[in-house]
């Protein structure tokens, strides 16, 4: 009876050991990062703006964000942030091949 339950202990503490160790969670999205999100997110689009390349719905996602972020729904306002913020880099990058097309054919 001994030997069986020191095996059944042996066994156990085997697979406590063998047990990985779950990885650590992000921080839990908080209002200042879905205002330091909205914020790039507007600082981006009104670059794109001031070459005349914004995105027709950018302005509406980050409209989107700041109405999740008064519902406290930071997470979705983080992502409608970024998604307009992407928006707004991806204008930016097409502004400036457009404007390489346009010096390299010598048109402007």
Not at 9 to 17: E, H, I, T, V
Not at 35 to 56: H, Q
Request: charged share 25%; proline share 4%.
């Amino acid at each position: 009876m001994k030997k069986t339950l020191l095996t059944m202990l042996f066994s156990l503490m085997l697979g406590a050991c063998a047990t990985p160790t779950p990885e650590p969670t992000a921080a839990a999205p908080t209002a200042d990062m879905a205002s330091s999100a909205i914020a790039a997110a507007r600082d981006a689009r009104e670059r794109a703006a001031s070459v005349g390349f914004e995105w027709r719905d950018t302005g509406a996602l980050i409209d989107d964000a700041a109405k999740a972020a008064e519902a406290r729904e930071y997470a979705r306002a983080i992502e409608l942030a970024n998604q307009a913020q992407r928006q707004s880099l991806a204008a930016l990058e097409q502004y400036e091949s457009q404007k390489a097309q346009n010096e390299a054919s010598g048109s402007n």
